[in-house]
């Protein structure tokens, strides 16, 4: 019964394709996050989307395209992968008119870009 | 420019041993402060949160402290297990927003 849920939890590619990782959160949150965590295991925001809407949208490269098709549901596509693209994505959720806002995380999916 | 940064980076510690890990933050306005714990290879998870007026907050073996005059916030592991052996974020939230800003994270390693 997983909270959050990111597919492929591996991802193994080579230099110029696209992939898309997917994500999905039963907690019924109106805001999903994409985050990238580096070998130094710092985790960086890339998107935020409340309610369809994106409303973070930090320096990310325009290879990176989120989707939200609705509140439950937030998938990442890249294209053009690069060797810098290789990390651990973490998908999170939060309930933004929660008093506390407690981010709920997925388990990630690891890019490796070849 | 606001900012959260953890010492120590990494820890090794003597199973059974207590240690403390340290947070200082410049985040302003405040809203709260949570401890994260992530395995690896799984996604963090929230072991505790402070807000503005606690000082202190417990989740069995660890304790949370909070001195927001001082904008310091500390985690305490007594009684250490190899479960522990983690890494332990600190995330502060914006007041008002929902704009989260993470810590660059300790690593520790409970040893037997």
């Known amino acids: 019964d997983t909270a959050v849920s990111q597919t492929p939890k591996y991802l193994v590619t080579q230099m110029g394709n696209d992939k898309s990782i997917k994500c999905e959160q039963n907690l019924g949150h109106d805001t999903m996050y994409w985050y990238k965590q580096d070998s130094k295991k710092f985790l960086k925001i890339m998107f935020s989307y409340n309610n369809k809407e994106l409303i973070i949208n930090e320096t990310v490269p325009n290879r990176f395209s989120p989707k939200s098709p609705d509140k439950a549901h937030l998938n990442l596509h890249i294209n053009s992968l690069e060797l810098g693209d290789s990390a651990v994505y973490f998908c999170a959720s939060s309930q933004r008119t929660s008093v506390t806002g407690e981010l709920f995380f997925g388990e990630g999916s690891r890019l490796t870009v070849l | 420019k606001n900012q959260v940064e953890q010492s120590p980076q990494s820890l090794i510690i003597l199973e059974g041993k207590n240690c403390t890990l340290q947070c200082n933050y410049t985040v302003s306005p405040f809203s709260n402060l949570r401890w994260y714990k992530q395995d690896t290879g799984r996604g963090p998870v929230s072991l505790t949160i402070?807000?503005?007026?606690?000082n202190t907050k417990s989740n069995g073996r660890y304790t949370a402290t909070l001195d927001a005059d001082t904008k310091q916030s500390s985690l305490h592991i007594t009684a250490s297990q190899l479960s522990d052996s983690a890494s332990y974020i600190c995330v502060v939230t914006y007041s008002g927003t929902y704009k989260y800003i993470f810590g660059t994270g300790t690593r520790l390693k409970v040893l037997a």
């Open positions: 402070m807000t503005f007026s606690e």
